[in-house]
Every structure is written in structure tokens, then in C-alpha cells.
């Protein structure tokens, strides 16, 4: 390992009898110390995060080298010798596999591929140049005799030199490049550059390292011949590797489905087993691991699981990040072992002279050249971040360190200005790139979630273009990743893909699928504090909201998928009375939070996942969506809304004794600032009033558009005899539109995350006077428990019970499963909610306290009817806002992979 | 600005599309190509090749369609804006794409219209309800006047962050 033993410890004195405890620290001693340095790289990443500041700044790797730095002074300090170094076997087999894996799997294909020229020319004839020309002008600077006499370095060695301080560093570019957010494609060109030009840098420095050891006089023109063929050998053959592995893992996730637990496993082990075996026939294992991931990826990902491929993800990430910061902080400790330095001020400014210009004169020859052949040339200001993104970093140094100093008389020199060069790039460039940038003003990444217009439109650009292309009869670009993907689509998705995965494959249906997710988890997540409807339509594009409510309405109301959803729940119940039962029974039954129910705690090393979870995800998801619909219905006819709440409430105030509702509708006509009234004709000119309070943060949507998306306050005046008109069906059908739509239209009242009745027939059949409570009580729970966290239903209830404390005089019983059912309705009809009946409210109890407090608070009330209302609730909201904002995300990496 | 040997290309590629060598191209003639006959759009992009109620194209015509597909040059980007705008322009390229969608030729991509679309490019494995949502959510993301329907402002507008230029450029037609 990285870690040399220290100093052995003295061994155990001759046992005298019996051991209660022994001291074993040999045994443990290099398990221990490398989980001890990886803890310490990582706690040192958390101290670093502390400050945004520092971050934002100096990039982490810079941070990590001086850490190192300062790590590696203090083991020098108190072990008066330089331990725990970078050791080049270490770094090979171990530190930079995944580094590399986690950049093939994740690399943007498409970028990737649409680039390949220009990465491919920089990366091989771009390296070339470099080695060459530098290996060569610091020869010159020998010969000239600018340098120490102790340097004894030939051509050769220079050349190896050259060779490996030339190629630009995966590891240090992505460090940077990944806190500076420069377009993507220059990203792709630079770092697709450092991935490629491995074998390059592999190719050259085994072929000089050869000559070395030949030494001048015994190289043959063969030689040549040879290292220009292995130049090709190791990079086809690194490719080929990769691409063979590739396909054995894509084939091998097909059949994983019954091991679902060991599935990522298998991405991390082939693909090591990959580099290992580019490694062993001295192929460029970089490349091998780089082809292998960019090729899997897409059939792996279709055949494992939404929760492997989580895995996948976040170990990838992880191994790969915590790589890196190994690798940089322990360049920074081994600079510290001057032991193996050996300084010349020449070699040094002349090889960072040297790197600097040849690496510019190189981007912009290349660059000329390429861009006689590209679409978008690359211009000035891409040259020079490309120039000056050329960091170099633990490859080289770990190359530096393999060479043997018996053929290599000048390796300590070599050592130091490897070094010194390492350290300028990654901090001196690392830390000016960004300024560089900002003032260049290189066009930055737009980092937007993609839309499905863009990837529907971009679908038909492509084959815009590749039947162009055909008409026109060149075979280019579009006409071979046309080929290509009927290639694919014919032949390798077929053999690699499940046959359930394949044949839902399909991008457009992807990104559909992956936009619904986003949006029913950040409804999840905005859960009991969104304040706008505008926010909860459609939080995955903020910018758009207001536009797009009214054509998903008009759509809803078009294809019918509205209200009607609810109607069979209806047509079962007989009388008028048992009707609006049923509607409130649905109503409840979705919205309600049942207590939390464990699962039947089950330990499987082999499964994690019970299918009941999976349902009830689905079953969220698809709630969650069928409410938004709803919600984008509701919110934009608002007359219809209104019009039914208008209805319910009548039919609440006839039944019922009135009571402090009488107040809501006396100081409805105050209209304090900031709400609007207006009247809406109803049905048969009944006269409704409806206040619309707008308290909308969000100043950029028309007005109109804000009462829309307003918390609303309902209070309406009709004649019973209209009531009396309506068909029974077609009022409980309302009910539930007002309760479906209750989240939106009256946000502020009733922030509720809860979840909407499931579909009318599987609510129909579990209604509680014809099943059993139990039954229900089970269903229920199983669908609420999972996403809401505990703070959330806190807030919840905590909403509920402050809008009771307003509704209800303090201290009389009323049935609470009102007050739930209907939120927006209830502070104006409390009268309905001493209809309670007992079996209901037994299942429901909110915390006293809680309830208490929401009393006292709404005590005092000073003015407008609406604001007493709202600010208990918006107090107790803040109280609950903070921790779901975390909590909920944990449901993405819970989704089923299909609808 | 095409150049004159790049003419020549094309127009070699036009006379032995030409079967009937009269000088235009029928739909026959574009059918004949094997490649276009698996492009999901092909038909489409055909059409888009004759005028309005016609079944021939001329030479001329052939041109003017693939002049959409230049890539716009760095002297086209600061040329005066007094002239006619080029072919290849932005607005251009992204009207050429527009009208592969809007068949009746109403200035909006309607919903029946996009699934069209759609059903030709998803492919067979997804159901019709499935390309029915999908449809929806499109329509409701570009949609702004509420009218169910993607006008061609509501189209520019809902690709302004895409890289049309670079996406709908040919570098062959130089």
C-alpha cells in the first residue's frame, strides 16, 4: 500500500501465561492506517465545505495538496523521516481505476461522440507535439549548458521526461474544470483530451523508457518501427478491451434479476477486471475502462434497477471522489521527502516555460487546422482556456516516481521538477482559471434539466439532418450514427437488453418519465409549504408556470380526464345523505395520515426490497401526478372550483346550525390590501361571492394569473332552492373536485402534503362502513407513511389543528374529519363539523399541545379575518419547513424503474 | 455562397436522383433512396421538398430546401440586417422543423398533430395512452396563450436554449 510500516514496533514480550487482552496492532496496522488516512482526507473535505467562501475560490484539490503539505511536514516532523508516500502501484491499481470509470460511465455520450475528432486529435498528435517538442527544447537547454552539470540526461532521457510531464491529467482537470462550469463542450474536449491521451503518454514513455535502458548506441531502426506500431497496439487494443468487457457486463445485467442485491457489484468488477487486464498486457488500461463505461452504460442502465442504478451512482461517485482526494494529499505529503529531490532552477523554469508555450503553440496549430472541419469553430477565447487548462497532475508524478534511477541518472531531478510543475498547474492555473474565465467571459453551461420539447425536437433534428444527409449523398457524421443506432436498435439492444427493458426503451418516453418523477418529488418535497400554485404545477420549470396551466386544463378538459375520474364512487350510493358520505370518506381516506406503520421487520441479506414498498412508491407517484393534473384543472377554472365549493358550503350551511362562519362572511367585505374580490355569475344567475385573496410572493405572474394560483377564501351566498336542483352525483362529484383541488386553491390554508384518494373503485370497495376500519386503516397508512416524513405530518397537523382553533370555539367537541376532508371549506363551515360522527374522529387525534397552542396564538386577533388565519399556520409552517426540504429526496432512488 | 464545386456535387447527386431525367425530382424519385425509407420522418422531410400542391421540384427548389441545412457562417452572423434573411437562418432553420410537425399548414402544432409525430418516432412499444401523455406534457410545456396548440413563437421560444444552429447544420453543405 501507500503506507510504509513505520518504524516496527517492539514485539510482544515472551507471553507469561495466560492473556486476558494482547496488543495486536501488527496485525491491523496497514487496514487501520489506510482507513485512517482516507478518514482523514475526508473529515479534512468536510472542514474545507465549512466555508463556502474558501470553496468557492480555491479549488478543492488545491486545499487537499497544501493539507498535504502541511500533514506530510508534521510526519516529517515527529517521524524524522518521510512515510506515506504516493506510491505509483498504489496509484495505478488502485486509486485511479475508479477516478477513470467514474468519468467513462458518466461522460455525456452524445458530447462525447460529437466530438470525437477534435479529442481525438489533441489528445494524440496534440501529446506528440508536446512530449516531443519539450523533451527536445530541454535538451537544447542542456547542450547550452544552462543547466547543472549533475543533470546526466540525454536526449532520451529528456524525451521520456517529455513524455510524462506532457500529457494533460484526468484526475486535475476534472478537479478544476468541475468547479468552473465552462461550456460543455469545451469540458468535453479538454477532459475527453486528458482521458485519451493516456495511451499516448503510456506508448511513449514504456518505448523512451526502453531506449533508455538500451541505452543510445543499441537502438535499431526496428525500434522505431516497433514503438509506432505499439503505439497502436495499446491504444486499439485498450479500446477493444474495454469494449469487450463492456459487452460481457451489459450481458450479464440482463440476467441479474433475481440478484438484484449483487447487481452494481458487477458494474465495479468487470470493469476493474477490465482495467487490471489492459493493464496486465500492457495495454492503456485507461482507455480500456473509459470505452467500457461509456459503452455500458446505457444497456447496464436499462436492464438494473432504478435502486442499482442508484448504487451505482452514488459508489461511483464516491469511490471516485474520495480517490481523488487521496491522490491529492498525498502529492502534497510526498513533495514534503526532499530525500528524493534534487533541484535545478534551470530544469525547473525551463520545463514550466516549456509545458506553458508548447501547449498554447500546440492548441492553436491544432485548433486552426480542426477548425477548417468543424460546425462551431472553436474560437479565440476556447484556445486559450484550452491552452491554459492543460493541468498536469498525479500521473505524471507517479510515472516520475516508477523510473529507476540506475537507468535514469537524472530522475531526481526529474522527481523535483515534476513536482514543481504539478504543484504550479493545479495551484497556481487552478486557482486563476476561474478569474480567467469570468473575465473572458468563456460562454458558461446552462445547466437546465432537459424539457421534452428539447428532446422530442431534437429527435426530429437528427433525423431532420440524417435524411438530409441521404438526399444529399454524403455519408457523414449523421448518416453513421444513423447506422449506427438502427444497428443497435436491430441487433445489440436485442441481445443486451432484458425484453421488458427494451421494450420500453425509448428517449423521448425517458425523459417524460424522468419529468414526472422530478415533478411528484418536488411536490413531495414542497409538500405542506408551497404557497402558489403556480410553484406546485410545474416546479421543474418555474419560468414557464403561468403559461402552460391553462392549455393542461383546457387538454383535461378535452380528453375528459377531469373530474369524472370520481363518479363511480356515486353511482354505488343510494340516498343523498350516504352520497356525501362516500365523497368524504374518499376524500378522507386519501388525505388523511393515518399513525405510521412499520413493516413487518424482515432481514434478507439477498432482498432489500419488499414489493409492497414498490407499489406504494408507484402508487405515489401516480397519486401525486393525478393530483397535479388536477390541480392544474382546478386552479385555472377557478369559476368551476369556486362555483362547487360555493355549492358545498350551501349545502353545509343548510344541514348545520350557523355558527362562526357568520364572521367570515360579515368581513368579507372589508378586502384588506393585497385581495381581491369579485363576483363570479353562477349557475341560474345565483349570486356567489367569492373572495379571492392573492398574497402571491412571486411578482413576475400577471395578475390574473394570481388570483388564480391564490390561497382562496370562499364564501358564497345562494338560495337553497338552487341547491335542492342539483343532482346528488353531480354534488359529490364537486366535493371531490374541491377536495382534489384543495392543496392548490387554498395553499395557505391547507398546506397539505397528503395524498389524494387512490382510484374510485379501490376506494369504493374499502369504504368504512362496508369493509372493516382495520383494512382501511392498513391501506391507508401504507400509501402515506412512506413519503411524508415525520416533520411533515407534523406540520400538518399542526396546520390542521390551527385552522380548528379559528373554526371552532375553543373547547367544543367537534368532529375533526371535517375539518380535514375540506380544508378550504372549513374555517367557512365549521357548522358541518358538528355532524361529526364518533367513529371517525376516534381514528384521527391531533396532538393536544399542539392544537393548544394554535389556539392561544389565534386568540388574539387583531385584524382581517384572513390574516388571523393564515399567521398561525405560516408560524407553525416555518417550524415544520425546514427538515423535509431534506428529508423526501431519499424517494427518487426509490423508484420504480416503470410506470 | 455555396461553392461552385459544391454546386456541382449537388447537382451530380440531383441528375442521378432524376430517374426520369426531365430535370425534376417526383417523390419517387426521394422514395427510391433506401436509407430515407427507414427515417421515421422521411416522408415528411420529402414534403418538405415540393412546394405547395406541387409534385415536382426543380433543381432551384432542390437548393432552396438544403440551403436551410448551412451552417451559419461567422460573416452571415454580422452581415446588415436590410436584406432578406438568409435560408439558413435560425428562425429559418427551426420554421423548416415547425412545418415537418404542423401538417394543415395553421401556424400550430396541434395536439393530434404531435402525436402523429410522435408515433412515428417513439416507435410501436408504447401505448397510445402513454404517447397521449406524452403529447400533453409537451403541449402544456411550450403552451402559452392556452390554446392547446404549439404556435411557432411558442416553438422558438421553448428551443431558445437549444444550439439550433449547430443541431440543424450540415457541414457538407459549406
Not at chain 1, 507469561?16 to 496496522?29: H, I, P, S
Amino acid at each position: 500500500g501507500a503506507m510504509q510500516p513505520p518504524a516496527a514496533s517492539p514485539g510482544p514480550a515472551a507471553p507469561a501465561g495466560a492473556e486476558l487482552l494482547r496488543w495486536q496492532w501488527q496485525e491491523v496496522q496497514a487496514p487501520c492506517l489506510v482507513a485512517a488516512w482516507i478518514l482523514v482526507a475526508s473529515l479534512a473535505k468536510i472542514v474545507f465545505h465549512l466555508s463556502r467562501k474558501v470553496t468557492s475560490i480555491v479549488p478543492e484539490s488545491c486545499l487537499l495538496i497544501l493539507l498535504g503539505l502541511v500533514l506530510g511536514g508534521i510526519v516529517l516532523a515527529v517521524a524524522k523521516k518521510a512515510e506515506y508516500q504516493l506510491e505509483p502501484n498504489m496509484f495505478f491499481l488502485f486509486l485511479l481505476p475508479p477516478i477513470v470509470l467514474d468519468s467513462g460511465y458518466f461522460m455525456p455520450s452524445r458530447l462525447f461522440f460529437d466530438n470525437i475528432g477534435a479529442i481525438l486529435t489533441y489528445a494524440v498528435v496534440g501529446t506528440l507535439w508536446n512530449s516531443f517538442a519539450t523533451g527536445t527544447a530541454l535538451w537544447g537547454l542542456h547542450r547550452a549548458g544552462l543547466m547543472d552539470p549533475g543533470v546526466e540526461a540525454g536526449l532520451m532521457d529528456f524525451l521520456l521526461f517529455g513524455s510524462l510531464i506532457s500529457a494533460v491529467d484526468p484526475v486535475a482537470v476534472l478537479a478544476v474544470f468541475e468547479e468552473v462550469h465552462v461550456n460543455e463542450t469545451l469540458f468535453i474536449i479538454v477532459f475527453g483530451e486528458s482521458l485519451l491521451n493516456d495511451a499516448v503518454t503510456v506508448v511513449l514513455y514504456k518505448v523512451f523508457n526502453s531506449f533508455v535502458e538500451l541505452g543510445p548506441a543499441h537502438i535499431h531502426a526496428t525500434d522505431y518501427v516497433k514503438g509506432v506500431a505499439s503505439f497502436f497496439l495499446v491504444s486499439l487494443g485498450g479500446t477493444a478491451v474495454g469494449l469487450l468487457f463492456a459487452f460481457l457486463l451489459a450481458l450479464i445485467t440482463r440476467f441479474t434479476k433475481r440478484v438484484r442485491i449483487i447487481e452494481p457489484l458487477f458494474v465495479f468488477l468487470l470493469a476493474y477486471v477490465a482495467y487490471l487486464a489492459a493493464e496486465m498486457v500492457s495495454l492503456s488500461a485507461i482507455l480500456a475502462v473509459t470505452f467500457c463505461g461509456i459503452c455500458c452504460k446505457k444497456y447496464v442502465e436499462a436492464n438494473i434497477s432504478q435502486k442499482s442504478r442508484t448504487t451505482v451512482k452514488y459508489t461511483m461517485k464516491t469511490l471516485a471522489s474520495s480517490s481523488e482526494t487521496i491522490i491529492f494529499m498525498f502529492l502534497g505529503i510526498s513533495a514534503v521527502d526532499t530525500s528524493k529531490w534534487a533541484w535545478d532552477t534551470a530544469l525547473v523554469l525551463g520545463t514550466l516555460f516549456f509545458i506553458l508555450l508548447f501547449r498554447a503553440v500546440g492548441v492553436v496549430l491544432q485548433t486552426c487546422v480542426l477548425n477548417r472541419f468543424r460546425l462551431i469553430p472553436l474560437d479565440r477565447i476556447d484556445q486559450v482556456v484550452m491552452s491554459y487548462g492543460g493541468l498536469r497532475g498525479a500521473v505524471a508524478f507517479a510515472l516520475v516516481i516508477l523510473l529507476d534511477r540506475e537507468k535514469v541518472k537524472a530522475k531526481d531531478y526529474f522527481v523535483a521538477t515534476t513536482i514543481v510543475v504539478v504543484f504550479f498547474t493545479v495551484i497556481v492555473q487552478g486557482l486563476t482559471i476561474k478569474p480567467l474565465v469570468t473575465w473572458l467571459k468563456v460562454k458558461r453551461s446552462d445547466h437546465h434539466k432537459p424539457t421534452l420539447n428539447e428532446e422530442l425536437h431534437e429527435h426530429a433534428f437528427d433525423h431532420i439532418l440524417a435524411a438530409v444527409e441521404d438526399i444529399v449523398g454524403h455519408h457523414g457524421y449523421h448518416y453513421w450514427r444513423d447506422k449506427w443506432e438502427q444497428f443497435d436498435k436491430k441487433y445489440l439492444s436485442q441481445l443486451l437488453m432484458r425484453k421488458s427493458a427494451y421494450r420500453l426503451r425509448d428517449e423521448i418516453w425517458d425523459v417524460y418519465y424522468k419529468l414526472n418523477i422530478r415533478d411528484a418529488i418536488s411536490f413531495v418535497d414542497q409538500g405542506g409549504h408551497v404557497l402558489s400554485a403556480a410553484k406546485l404545477a410545474l416546479p421543474s420549470m418555474p419560468s414557464r408556470t403561468s403559461m402552460s396551466e391553462s392549455s393542461v386544463t383546457n387538454l383535461l378538459r378535452e380528453s375528459g380526464s377531469g373530474a369524472c375520474l370520481d363518479l363511480q364512487v356515486i353511482d354505488t350510493v343510494r340516498s343523498r345523505r350516504d352520497k356525501e358520505d362516500a365523497a368524504m370518506h374518499h376524500v378522507l381516506r386519501g388525505s388523511l395520515y393515518k399513525p405510521r406503520r412499520r413493516y413487518k421487520a424482515s432481514y434478507s441479506r439477498h432482498f432489500i426490497s419488499p414489493d409492497k414498498q414498490e407499489r406504494q412508491d408507484k402508487e405515489i407517484f401516480r397519486q401525486n401526478m393525478k393530483r397535479r393534473l388536477e390541480t392544474f384543472k382546478s386552479t385555472k377554472h377557478n369559476v368551476c372550483s369556486s362555483k362547487s365549493k360555493a355549492r358545498l358550503k350551501e349545502k353545509g350551511r343548510k344541514k348545520a346550525i350557523p355558527l362562526p362562519s357568520q364572521k367570515n362572511i360579515s368581513l368579507n367585505k372589508e378586502t384588506p390590501n393585497g385581495k381581491t374580490q369579485r363576483n363570479i355569475p353562477w349557475q341560474e344567475a345565483a349570486p356567489v361571492l367569492v373572495m379571492v385573496s392573492s398574497e402571491e410572493e412571486e411578482s413576475d405572474s400577471s395578475e390574473t394569473e394570481r388570483e388564480d394560483d391564490e390561497g382562496i377564501v370562499f364564501v358564497a351566498r345562494a338560495t337553497d332552492e338552487v341547491l335542492q336542483g342539483k343532482t346528488t352525483p353531480e354534488l359529490c362529484k364537486l366535493l371531490l373536485t374541491v377536495a382534489l383541488s384543495a392543496p392548490t386553491g387554498s395553499l395557505d390554508v391547507c398546506p397539505s402534503p397528503c395524498i389524494i384518494p387512490p382510484s374510485p373503485t379501490l376506494a369504493e370497495k374499502e369504504l368504512p362502513w362496508k369493509g372493516d376500519q382495520a383494512d382501511l386503516a392498513v391501506y391507508v397508512s401504507s400509501e402515506t407513511t412512506k413519503i411524508v416524513p415525520v416533520d411533515m405530518q407534523k406540520a400538518w397537523n399542526q396546520s390542521i389543528s390551527s385552522l380548528e382553533s379559528i373554526a371552532s370555539p375553543p373547547g367544543t367537541e367537534s368532529g375533526p374529519q371535517h375539518r380535514r376532508f375540506a380544508c378550504p371549506v372549513l374555517e367557512e363551515q365549521p357548522q358541518s363539523a358538528s355532524q361529526a360522527t364518533p367513529e371517525q374522529s376516534s381514528c384521527f387525534q391531533f396532538p393536544s399541545h399542539i392544537s393548544r397552542s394554535g389556539r392561544s396564538q389565534s386568540d388574539s386577533s387583531p385584524d382581517g379575518p384572513e390574516q388571523q388565519e393564515l399567521q398561525p399556520l405560516m408560524a407553525t409552517e416555518e417550524q415544520g419547513r425546514m427538515p423535509p426540504t431534506v428529508e423526501p429526496r431519499w424517494l427518487m432512488f426509490n423508484r420504480a424503474s416503470h410506470l | 455562397s455555396v461553392s461552385h464545386s459544391q454546386i456541382t456535387r449537388l447537382y451530380s447527386r440531383f441528375t442521378s436522383l432524376d430517374k426520369g431525367e426531365n430535370g425534376t425530382l417526383s417523390r419517387e424519385d426521394f422514395q427510391r433512396i433506401p436509407e430515407l425509407a427507414i427515417n421515421p420522418l422521411g416522408d415528411r422531410i420529402i414534403n418538405a421538398f415540393f412546394p405547395e400542391g406541387e409534385d415536382q421540384v426543380n433543381f432551384r427548389g432542390f437548393m432552396r430546401t438544403l440551403a436551410h441545412f448551412r451552417p451559419i457562417e461567422d460573416n452571415e452572423k454580422s452581415r446588415d440586417q436590410n436584406g432578406p434573411e438568409p435560408l439558413n437562418s435560425r428562425s429559418n432553420k427551426l420554421h423548416f422543423a415547425f412545418r415537418l410537425y404542423d401538417l394543415d399548414k395553421d401556424d400550430k402544432i396541434s395536439r393530434d398533430e404531435l402525436l402523429q409525430v410522435l408515433r412515428m418516432m417513439v416507435g410501436v412499444n408504447i401505448s397510445d395512452e402513454q404517447l397521449g401523455s406524452i403529447a400533453d406534457r409537451t403541449i402544456q410545456e411550450a403552451d402559452q396563450d392556452g390554446d392547446s396548440a404549439i404556435s411557432f413563437a411558442e416553438f422558438v421560444k421553448v428551443l431558445e436554449k437549444v444550439d439550433v444552429e449547430q443541431k440543424m447544420s450540415i457541414r457538407f453543405l459549406h
